[in-house]
């Protein structure tokens, strides 16, 4: 096949396009972004196949959870006990043997933590230049982004043979579990993982929680300045309750230790886009707004009748938040 | 230990100016417009000079790659303790597309020349958001990375490195030479001050330019066209705690 392609290459067979979608998982879980990813994917013009690669040390559940996905053609597997910690100096160079073995016209990745880091490493190993956290696809070479903390708005057209970039979770539907006809062909990827000696993983510190997680939440309730220190979060935490919603906070209330780095929304943090935003005591800063502007309703709490928040929402309401938020959750449990 | 210490500066657009959309929607109005050091190269430079002050380090050189202006931003580094700076000259029209490929390539072959122990960079850019050119980097050089680091912990010729994850803090070890993206929690930049800035004006600012370095920047993306994110309405208010509510039931998406 890829020599036919090589020889004819003005045939249809060459205009095909043929997608790796890189899953994100810790060998327990799968990752909510590579559902959304697995849209993107199926999304590309001209896209005949989506082939996904699960790489880990003891992955073979998500593997069976992937293959059951609709729009997934086949999953190849790399299991390896040099793949544990996910080191980016480890999986690049699988993913890397990967597109010089079949020639994927298109790589995906979910625009994550991981993502982040892996994705435009193994651009550069292919010597390709990427595209980051895309909301769009126009076409098969050309795709739309944010710039400048989502004031505007860029569509860019790549010229490299390849197409490398990581999708924002929140411009896409995630695909539903177990949504495939017929369960994806599983096979061994035929590659060798070596552990690089230059990097190691420690640990992690993984904040634990039965709220829903930020992306995948249909309620946000985040939380500012306003709330002057960490203990006063439990405010939010208790109105969360009543709506299954999950707890955020902007950069000023990480920053000053009420809550920690997991929380953030904004332009270098998390991007969510829930049914419902609650912004609590929080000014409305372009860096935040840049995190949660794509959320269908903004409601905003704020003794600062001033505070830019007010241009963003479309419930707003001037008055004290240490007064208010107890209210709404009494009120809330009236149901 | 005395490491040599490369960071990266770029000269963004200010944080705290709104931008605006030309009207031909080719790019941003960058003409006139406050500019100044990328907000995360602020932070990278910090630790770059804390290095040094701990005298684990014993020479920062800044890198800018731009037009003649970004020699504001060089020096700016230089009053914050970098020992000398390097400018890597790209006329204003090729610097619209300047990408990460070029930059980490042009980064790269600095560091070989110089002999680099460690490469500091922000974790993204605040115009462009891309948050690429650490990993790209230290692609090229086959060097190990921990981006988005919120603390660095040097010991002979190993880093420990704490990074931001999505779902916590995730630690790894790195052994040098390495790249290091930083994040906005790594450390709280100083201010420049006068003395330190008259003292810049006498320190080394070498310029290069992409060819000396063997760089080709031909463009691998072409900017189709830029535009204003759709409005948002906005402003609505709401009189009470009971109004809020109501029309929070309404919605129905609990």
Redesign the interface.
Known sequence: MFRITKFFSCSSLARLKHTLVVVEHDNQKLSQITLNTLTAATKIPKNETVTCVVAGAGCGNIANEVSRLAGVNKVLVVDDSNLQGFLPENIAPIIVDLQKKNNFSHIAFGSSAFGKNLMPRVAAMLDVQPVSDIIGIDDENTFVRTIYAGNAIQTVRSKDPIKIFTVRGTAFEAVKPDSAASPAEISPAGLTATATDKAAFVNQQLAKSDRPALNAAKVVIAGGRGLQNGENFKLLYDLADTMNAAVGASRAAVDAGYVPNDLQIGQTGKIVAPELYIAVGVSGAIQHLAGMKDSKTIAAINKDPEAPIFQVADLGLVGDLFKEVPEMTKMMKKN | MSLRILVGCKRA?D??V??Q?KSDLSG?VTEGVKHALNP?DEIAMEEAVRLKEKKLANEVIAVSCGPAQSQDVLRTALALGADKAFHVEVPAKEYETL???HV?KILAKLAEQEKVDLIILG??A???????????????LN???A??A?KLQLKDKEA?CE?????????????LP?VVTA???LNTPRYATLPNIMKAKKKPLKKFSPKDLGVDIT???????????PK???????A???E??E???K?G??
């Open positions: 657009i944080y705290a709104k931008i959309v941003v995360f990408q990460p490929i980490s974790k993204q605040i115009d462009d958001d891309c948050n690429q050119t650490g990993q790209m980097t230290a692609a090229v060097w190990p990375q981006t988005f919120s420990t990074r931001e994850i999505d779902g916590g803090l995730e630690t790894i070890s790195i052994k390495a994040d906005l929690r463009p691998r993306q072409e900017i189709v066209k830029v535009c204003e994110p948002r309405q906005g402003g609505g208010k709401v009470s705690t009971e809020l509510v029309r929070i039931k919605l998406v609990n």
